[in-house]
């Protein structure tokens, strides 16, 4: 859609402000975020991508700020867990350690059997001059990051100290960006009504990703075999 309405743009030679408004957004955040979500696509980014798509869009006046319930509705990486694993991978120390300080906090809290928590996205501050302010710390129930849960107090702190990035497989290769998760939901609820048992869900699941990573996709004959024509 947005390269049809740049497209639009460009062939009109006197266009109306709707089109001028739709390309200055697209060349201003959308196309903008878009790069820079590609470039920065682990889940550990994914706060930081957040906050910049806010940023971008702060040139809208008051008129036309339709994206701010965009925004608030699906600031999912605003979430305190998310915030605080991007925290967890700032350059600044200082952003470390408060992150490790209230994950620490978060532990103590935790208690043995209790029940699942409660996923919810945050009340998002519009203005934050940072990602790190983008919520509420102090009006907000904080959990720790399930990804690090693993980890220990003493891995999680030599890490703090030494700034040494996070080279977790399992952590990096996760993306923040929904085209490879919707993709993946819908492997999964495929999975779900084929098949009954875990395991049968699991292999159904590995074995369509298996067959995606040999052949990406059907475009051309040559993926196709066919039988030899006989004489």
Same mark, same amino acid.
């Given at each position: 859609? $947005?390269?049809?309405?740049?497209? +639009?743009?460009?062939?009109?030679?006197?266009?109306?402000?709707? @089109?001028?408004?739709?390309?200055?957004?697209?060349?201003? &955040?959308? $196309?903008?975020? =878009?790069?820079?979500?590609?470039?920065?696509?682990?889940?550990?980014?994914? $706060?930081?991508?957040? =906050?910049?798509?806010?940023?971008l869009?702060?040139?809208?006046?008051?008129?036309?700020?339709? &994206?701010?319930?965009?925004? /608030?509705?699906?600031?999912? #990486? $605003?979430?305190?867990?998310?915030? @605080?694993?991007?925290?967890?991978?700032?350059?600044?120390?200082?952003?470390?350690?408060?992150?490790?300080?209230?994950?620490?906090?978060?532990r103590?809290?935790?208690?043995?059997?209790?029940?699942?928590?409660?996923?919810?996205?945050?009340?998002?501050?519009?203005?934050? %001059?940072?990602? &790190?302010?983008?919520?509420? =710390?102090?009006?907000?129930?904080?959990? +720790?990051?399930?990804?690090?849960?693993t #980890?220990?107090? +003493?891995?999680?702190?030599?890490?703090?100290?030494?700034?040494?990035?996070? %080279?977790?497989?399992?952590?990096?290769?996760?993306?923040?960006?929904?085209?490879?998760? %919707? /993709?993946?939901?819908?492997?999964?609820?495929?999975? *779900?009504?084929?098949?009954?048992?875990?395991?049968? /869900?699991?292999?159904? &699941?590995?074995?369509?990703l298996?067959?995606?990573?040999?052949?990406?996709?059907?475009?051309?004959?040559?993926?196709?075999?066919? *039988?030899p +024509?006989?004489?």
């Amino acid at each position: 859609m $947005a390269n049809r309405i740049l497209r +639009e743009y460009i062939a009109t030679s006197d266009p109306d402000e709707t @089109l001028r408004f739709l390309a200055e957004f697209i060349l201003r &955040v959308y $196309a903008a975020s =878009w790069f820079h979500i590609r470039k920065n696509s682990s889940c550990t980014e994914g $706060a930081r991508n957040l =906050w910049q798509v806010v940023s971008l869009s702060r040139y809208l006046d008051g008129t036309k700020k339709g &994206v701010d319930p965009v925004l /608030r509705r699906n600031a999912f #990486f $605003a979430h305190p867990e998310n915030v @605080l694993l991007a925290m967890l991978t700032d350059n600044r120390e200082e952003f470390r350690t408060l992150a490790w300080r209230r994950i620490k906090e978060a532990r103590t809290r935790k208690v043995p059997g209790a029940k699942v928590r409660i996923f919810e996205v945050p009340p998002l501050n519009l203005d934050a %001059e940072d990602y &790190v302010d983008l919520i509420q =710390w102090e009006e907000l129930d904080i959990t +720790e990051p399930p990804l690090i849960s693993t #980890f220990t107090d +003493e891995q999680v702190e030599e890490f703090i100290s030494t700034g040494k990035k996070l %080279e977790d497989p399992s952590i990096l290769d996760i993306p923040c960006h929904t085209q490879a998760v %919707e /993709r993946s939901v819908q492997l999964v609820a495929e999975s *779900a009504s084929s098949t009954c048992e875990y395991e049968a /869900r699991d292999r159904y &699941v590995r074995v369509r990703l298996r067959s995606r990573k040999l052949i990406p996709k059907f475009g051309d004959k040559k993926n196709y075999k066919t *039988a030899p +024509e006989k004489d």
